[in-house]
């Protein structure tokens, strides 16, 4: 049995096309989109804690004085559960999420940034 190149190039092509679009249809491979962007230049965040809306796939979080930021997705920020992020760094949040949860530390006011992909 001969094979040449080009044919099994074509077979291989059309398989792997086929494979591609299957795990596509089950979830397992997506790629990656969204219809919207939400941008909050500079948000004052206190130690009392506040709630944005966001509806979002994806959230960017940048602290831009010297004081950190506790953030929860979806869930108040309590005693036991918060990340922080810390000044001149941010956070990337890979998650579908409906709210974003955020507080400064006790006595203390800290400013951010917030991008959001819907």
């Known amino acids: 049995m001969s094979v040449h190149i080009g ?8 398989s792997l096309g086929i494979i591609i679009k299957k795990l596509e249809e089950e979830g397992v491979l997506t790629v990656f989109s969204t219809k919207d962007h939400l941008f909050i230049p500079e948000l004052t965040v206190t130690d009392t804690p506040i709630s944005l809306d966001l509806n979002a796939k994806l959230c960017k979080i940048k602290v831009l004085g010297n004081i950190p930021v506790y953030y929860n997705i979806d869930r108040p920020i309590t005693n036991e559960e918060y990340s922080i992020v810390e000044p001149g760094v941010y956070a990337i949040i890979p998650r579908i999420s409906k709210k974003l ?3 400064a530390p006790i006595g203390t006011t800290s400013r951010v940034r917030v991008e959001v992909l819907k």
């Open 7 to 14: 044919e099994l190039y074509v077979l291989l092509k059309k």
């Open 101 to 103: 949860y955020l507080k």
